[in-house]
């Protein structure tokens, strides 16, 4: 922070921390992380306590047919779009304290510290909580910000079940939901979230601040290779079809086509599986998944069709029949040049040590992105771990990143 320069107001470092040391609470685990899944009785005490602070703040509070909550901060014309921020409530089963819950309460405490100063802003603040951003009970992440941006139908986040059966519309119902509240899409000014990185490079980099320009483009595929079941010991090696020679074949090749493709190219072999599975038997069957990840649209296009190159021709040379498909793409996003310079100009009146970033991961904000200018705000987190019960961030960080948040957000809304 630069002391010679005091840009006011500032939020609140200990009442921001204490609200996520209580909110954590809810669904606590035995390792220090979080259980609150989407719908589920911790995720509706957890919308519970964080309504009762937006009200305490005198904050309206609006829930929408798919379970999104938006919590109001009138302007002095109350009729402009709204300067919005949000994120999510809802955890991983064995998730942390910051994932998502940073965002939402960096924006609570935004209005609270407002509030405190009797900041007026020309244009209503919203903070909204997005419902099952983690996928994880309910099989669609980002489910609430994918509807409520239109790039998902209702119906069909409505019909989606859990292991137990249960329907998302189910859930919203026991939860207290009413499922005949209008479905629409305010007006929105701008739309910023402020989240854990979930990766090391702040940290790595020694920065606090990362302003985050954009998402990268990502895909999964699957390899099938098939070969020929057949006894390890009589069957010699020249007589054999084995897929596993496809697999060591192609993937020296795979790592050196993302080297080619720059530090910023991600490729993960994260499942390889044989049929039958045993030891002293040549496999019938490989599958394995080449996960694809690239900030730059080009160069993600061209390392995608490489891949699948690659892989055909290590089924000619090896004589085998296999196929490779893409079972999911998401496109890249690129977070509106107006919301990261307000980002970028929060950061450097505050005196933050700042650098820019592409985000590994998928954010609420990239559904917010496809229909009002959007752009994000990352702080470091221990480790670069998330995802994980031990995922752990530092309260100035959290503090530093909630006053960026701040002053973006009233650079706009003023
Ligand atoms: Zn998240």
Same mark, same amino acid.
């Given at each position: 922070?630069?002391?010679?320069?005091?840009?006011?107001?500032?939020?609140?470092?200990?009442?921001?921390?204490?609200?996520? &040391?209580?909110?954590?609470?809810?669904?606590?685990?035995?390792?220090?992380?979080? %259980?609150?899944?989407?719908?589920?009785?911790?995720?509706?005490?957890?919308?519970?306590?964080?309504?009762?602070?937006?009200?305490?703040?005198?904050?309206?509070?609006?829930?929408?047919?798919?379970?999104?909550?938006?919590?109001?901060?009138?302007?002095?014309?109350?009729?402009?779009?709204?300067?919005?921020?949000?994120?999510?409530?809802?955890?991983?089963?064995?998730?942390?304290?910051?994932?998502?819950?940073?965002?939402?309460?960096?924006?609570?405490?935004?209005?609270?510290?407002?509030?405190?100063?009797?900041?007026?802003?020309?244009?209503?603040?919203?903070?909204?909580?997005?419902?099952?951003? *983690?996928?994880?009970?309910?099989?669609?992440?980002?489910?609430?910000?994918?509807?409520?941006?239109?790039?998902?139908?209702?119906?069909?986040?409505?019909?989606?079940?859990?292991?137990?059966?249960?329907?998302?519309?189910?859930?919203?119902?026991?939860?207290?939901?009413?499922?005949?509240?209008?479905?629409?899409?305010?007006?929105?000014?701008?739309?910023?979230?402020?989240?854990?990185?979930?990766?090391?490079?702040?940290?790595?980099?020694?920065?606090?601040?990362?302003?985050?320009?954009?998402?990268?483009?990502?895909?999964?595929?699957?390899?099938?290779?098939?070969?020929? *079941?057949?006894?390890?010991?009589?069957?010699?090696?020249?007589?054999?079809?084995?897929?596993?020679?496809?697999?060591?074949?192609?993937?020296?090749?795979?790592?050196?086509?993302?080297?080619?493709?720059?530090?910023?190219?991600?490729?993960?072999?994260?499942?390889?599986?044989?049929?039958?599975?045993?030891?002293?038997?040549?496999?019938?069957?490989?599958?394995?998944?080449?996960?694809?990840?690239?900030?730059?649209?080009?160069?993600?296009?061209?390392?995608?069709?490489?891949?699948?190159?690659?892989?055909?021709?290590?089924?000619?040379?090896?004589?085998? *029949?296999?196929?490779?498909?893409?079972?999911?793409?998401?496109?890249?996003?690129?977070?509106?040049?107006?919301?990261?310079?307000?980002?970028?100009?929060?950061?450097?009146?505050?005196?933050?040590?700042? &650098? *820019?970033?592409?985000?590994?991961?998928?954010?609420?904000?990239?559904?917010?992105?496809?229909?009002?200018?959007?752009?994000?705000?990352?702080?470091?987190?221990?480790?670069?771990?998330?995802?994980?019960?031990?995922?752990?961030?530092?309260?100035?960080?959290?503090?530093?990143?909630? %006053?960026?948040?701040?002053?973006?957000?009233?650079?706009?809304?003023?």
């Amino acid at each position: 922070m630069n002391k010679t320069n005091p840009i006011a107001p500032r939020v609140s470092g200990t009442r921001l921390w204490s609200r996520l &040391m209580e909110m954590a609470e809810i669904g606590a685990t035995s390792q220090g992380g979080c %259980n609150r899944q989407a719908l589920t009785d911790g995720d509706r005490e957890g919308r519970k306590l964080f309504g009762s602070w937006a009200t305490a703040a005198g904050c309206s509070l609006r829930v929408d047919a798919i379970g999104n909550i938006f919590v109001r901060r009138p302007g002095r014309d109350d009729t402009l779009p709204v300067v919005m921020t949000g994120s999510h409530l809802d955890t991983q089963p064995t998730g942390g304290k910051f994932d998502g819950i940073y965002g939402v309460l960096a924006g609570l405490e935004v209005v609270e510290s407002l509030n405190d100063r009797a900041v007026e802003t020309r244009h209503p603040i919203e903070v909204a909580v997005w419902c099952n951003e *983690e996928g994880c009970r309910f099989p669609a992440a980002m489910m609430g910000s994918a509807v409520w941006s239109g790039r998902m139908p209702l119906a069909g986040a409505y019909a989606l079940t859990d292991r137990s059966g249960l329907s998302v519309r189910q859930e919203l119902e026991r939860l207290g939901v009413d499922i005949s509240s209008p479905m629409s899409r305010q007006a929105v000014k701008a739309a910023f979230e402020v989240h854990i990185e979930q990766g090391p490079v702040l940290e790595q980099r020694a920065k606090t601040i990362g302003v985050v320009t954009g998402v990268q483009h990502m895909s999964r595929h699957e390899v099938i290779v098939r070969g020929q *079941e057949a006894h390890a010991g009589p069957t010699p090696m020249d007589m054999r079809k084995d897929p596993i020679r496809v697999l060591a074949d192609v993937l020296p090749a795979l790592y050196a086509a993302a080297a080619r493709h720059g530090q910023h190219a991600r490729l993960t072999v994260g499942i390889i599986e044989t049929s039958p599975g045993s030891p002293n038997t040549v496999p019938g069957q490989l599958r394995f998944t080449v996960d694809l990840r690239h900030p730059d649209g080009a160069q993600y296009r061209s390392l995608r069709n490489e891949v699948d190159g690659l892989v055909h021709a290590a089924l000619e040379r090896q004589g085998l *029949e296999g196929s490779i498909r893409c079972v999911w793409e998401a496109p890249g996003v690129m977070f509106d040049p107006a919301c990261i310079a307000a980002v970028r100009h929060a950061a450097a009146a505050l005196g933050c040590e700042a &650098m *820019e970033i592409v985000s590994g991961a998928g954010h609420d904000s990239c559904n917010t992105a496809s229909v009002v200018p959007t752009s994000m705000i990352f702080i470091p987190c221990a480790g670069g771990l998330s995802h994980n019960e031990a995922e752990s961030a530092a309260p100035k960080d959290l503090e530093t990143g909630a %006053n960026v948040l701040m002053h973006a957000m009233l650079s706009l809304a003023k």
